[in-house]
């Protein structure tokens, strides 16, 4: 029996200097039945668009799309729809994966008959260290324990890329245009979509972590749709599991934290009032999280130290930062 196409995803604007490298990876793939659906979302280097129209010469696999710039969830949803693939995965053009990386997810789908797989990753960050997640064996969990999992960052997580998903849970989901930290806002629909999940627990991902990507870089408002979205999230998830407060609650707070830590370096009125309310409301909420048995211990210890003062949170955290860098 042939296997079915797979359509691999790939939102491109301005990502020339990682672009080859990535591509080499997917067209080295172990699972020939692919389409590459590049979407060019309006690079302002003409040399990123001119390299996408090149790789049609490459591989007839390639099909390439240029468009007006509308962000990357707008890219994605455009290149999904544009797929004729009966399932696709989504890879950024600055990162790569295994010869067995489509492989390996296609194997688990068959496998467990699910509509959707995981595998796990390893991190490259721009010092050269990596730290690999990945282990050994596979399994099926039902929507609710991947749910759960994901909420507690228990090696389940919300990316986009590292996953294969079968076309159609797309129909009604869409990744929200103009938003930023949209997997947040994406994957645990799909996930509502499937009675269970096949997860792989092998890396087959590398995710390339730049000290200027959006998390890392300057702060600005806008990345207050982390918590926008986690809370999106959170409300959906209870309307279907409401036993899930726990992880629910566990994974707002987080998302707090995880914003606090980006506005490390910021000034403003509007940054420093918008500070207030983050650590209020994890000050709030954190004597019941760090009661949780499955709430990581770095919460608990973010949670003693912004109880002592911001001052040292804020210094501990950014000592961090620059051990993670190697600064």
């Not at 690999?132 to 997580?157: A, P, Q, T």
């Not at 987080?254 to 490390?264: A, E, F, G, K, V």
């Amino acid at each position: 029996m042939d296997k079915p196409l797979i359509s691999v995803i790939l939102p491109v604007y301005n990502v020339e200097k990682y672009l080859s490298e990535c591509m080499t990876s997917l067209f080295d793939q172990t699972y020939e039945n692919l389409e590459f659906v590049m979407v060019d979302d309006g690079s302002t280097n003409k040399e990123c668009s001119k390299m996408c129209d090149e790789f049609l010469k490459k591989d007839k696999r390639v099909v390439v799309f240029h468009k007006e710039n509308g962000g990357l969830s707008d890219a994605r949803n455009y290149g999904i729809k544009k797929a004729k693939g009966q399932y696709v995965t989504c890879v950024d053009p600055d990162d790569i994966v295994d010869k067995d990386y489509v492989e390996y997810l296609y194997f688990l789908v068959e496998k467990y008959h699910c509509k959707m797989s995981i595998c796990q990753h390893r991190v490259h960050y721009d010092n050269g260290n990596v730290k690999n997640l990945g282990s050994k064996g596979d399994e099926k969990m039902s929507n609710k324990h991947c749910l759960e999992r994901m909420l507690y960052h228990d090696v389940i997580d919300t990316s986009a890329w590292a996953k294969l998903y079968r076309k159609d849970l797309f129909d009604d989901v869409e990744y929200p245009k103009g938003k930023l930290f949209e997997d947040i806002g994406t994957t645990y629909a799909l996930m509502l979509k499937c009675d269970d999940v096949a997860v792989g627990y092998e890396a087959k991902y590398t995710y390339n972590f730049h000290n200027n990507s959006i998390v890392n870089g300057t702060f600005k408002m806008n990345k207050l749709d982390m918590i926008e979205m986690t809370d999106k999230m959170a409300s959906d998830v209870l309307c279907v599991y409401p036993d899930l407060r726990d992880a629910v609650l566990r994974r707002q707070v987080y998302s707090r934290l995880s914003t606090l830590n980006q506005m490390l370096n910021a000034d403003g009125q509007a940054v420093n009032q918008k500070r207030v309310e983050i650590i209020k409301y994890v000050k709030q909420n954190s004597q019941e999280v760090a009661k949780n048995p499955k709430t990581p211990k770095r919460d608990k210890i973010a949670f003693i130290l912004l109880k002592i003062g911001y001052p040292l949170y804020r210094f501990c955290w950014l000592q961090h930062q620059k051990k993670i860098m190697n600064k």
